[in-house]
């Protein structure tokens, strides 16, 4: 039966980790999109302020 117990244990763990793998990389997915959209936005105020003057 511990046997049983072990083998369910490793299998949760590992589904955890995988888990969390996901995450990681879903949270850089959305840090790479806003750091981009941020960029975007500076260059466009770089580009309003360089008409203006």
């Excluded at 046997?3 to 995988?18: C, F, I, K, P, T």
């Excluded at 806003?34 to 580009?47: N, V, Y």
Aim: no cysteine; hydrophobic share 45%; glycine share 4%.
């Amino acid at each position: 039966m511990t046997h049983l117990n072990d083998l369910a244990r490793s299998h949760q763990s590992v589904r955890l980790g995988e888990a969390a793998r996901l995450r990681r990389g879903h949270q850089l997915a959305l840090a790479r999109r806003k750091s981009r959209r941020a960029e975007r936005a500076a260059l466009q105020a770089r580009l309003v302020l360089a008409r203006t003057l």
